[in-house]
């Protein structure tokens, strides 16, 4: 049952269902005990497509549109008038201000089919400024630091993490520097979820 501004950490060993897990939070798969999760005591599945528009997901193979910079972090919402603070807040936050001044024209440049023209960290880092535009009140995130130099990692991370100080953040990882946020860690294990950390 989520609430609150939790933080809460997933980890588990490769095939322990993780992903699956994560898939089933995010409204993506339905389980056969819908009471399986929920918010503020109503199962997440009794309207899946309200539960979704409280969400921002970011995971671990970020999808590039061959389109500018600029709208590949906004996804052009035509509810949402354009936020430019926020804009160039998710920007500095997640550590894109070096690719902003690199590309030929800045945040009009095209990345490229699936963002061939930019890294692997730098499409994870677009990624998490997508999640800080979009501000939402739950942020999921899955093994977000595979592809984050060590150097900037620790800097994007306590970002993330005080941008969303009042929200709840569920993040599937084993990365130390996200572990270290997080008010509960659990283990997925033989189908089940055990608390191993709590901050009270």
């Known amino acids: 049952s989520l609430s609150g501004s939790e933080k809460i950490s997933i980890v588990g060993e490769s095939g322990a269902g993780k992903s699956t897990l994560l898939n089933l939070i995010l409204g993506f798969l339905e389980p056969q005990d819908k009471e399986m999760i929920k918010s503020n005591e109503n199962s997440i599945y009794d309207d899946v497509s309200s539960w979704k528009k409280n969400i921002s997901y970011v995971p671990q193979k970020v999808v590039i549109l061959d389109q500018s910079l600029k709208n590949n972090i906004i996804l052009s919402n035509p509810d949402i008038g354009f936020d430019e603070k926020l804009y160039f807040d998710s920007i500095k936050k997640a550590?894109?201000?070096?690719?902003?001044?690199?590309?030929?024209?800045?945040?009009?440049?095209?990345?490229?089919?699936?963002?061939?023209?930019?890294?692997?960290?730098?499409?994870?880092?677009?990624?998490?400024?997508?999640?800080?535009?979009?501000?939402?009140q739950i942020v999921i995130m899955d093994e977000i630091s595979n592809f984050l130099d060590e150097k900037n990692k620790k800097?994007?991370?306590?970002?993330?993490?005080?941008?969303?100080?009042?929200?709840i953040i569920i993040t599937v990882t084993h990365d130390q520097n996200i572990l270290k946020y997080s008010d509960k860690i659990y283990e997925l294990k033989d189908k089940k979820l055990n608390l191993i950390k709590r901050d009270n």
């Not at 440049?109 to 699936?114: A, I, M, P, V």
């Not at 800097?155 to 969303?164: D, R």
Request: no cysteine; aromatic share 8%; hydrophobic share 35%.
């Open 155 to 167: 800097e994007i991370i306590k970002n993330i993490y005080a941008h969303f100080k009042v929200k």
């Open 95 to 136: 550590g894109l201000t070096t690719l902003l001044e690199k590309l030929e024209y800045q945040d009009e440049t095209l990345l490229g089919d699936n963002g061939d023209k930019i890294s692997m960290g730098e499409k994870q880092r677009i990624g998490i400024a997508r999640a800080i535009y979009r501000n939402s």
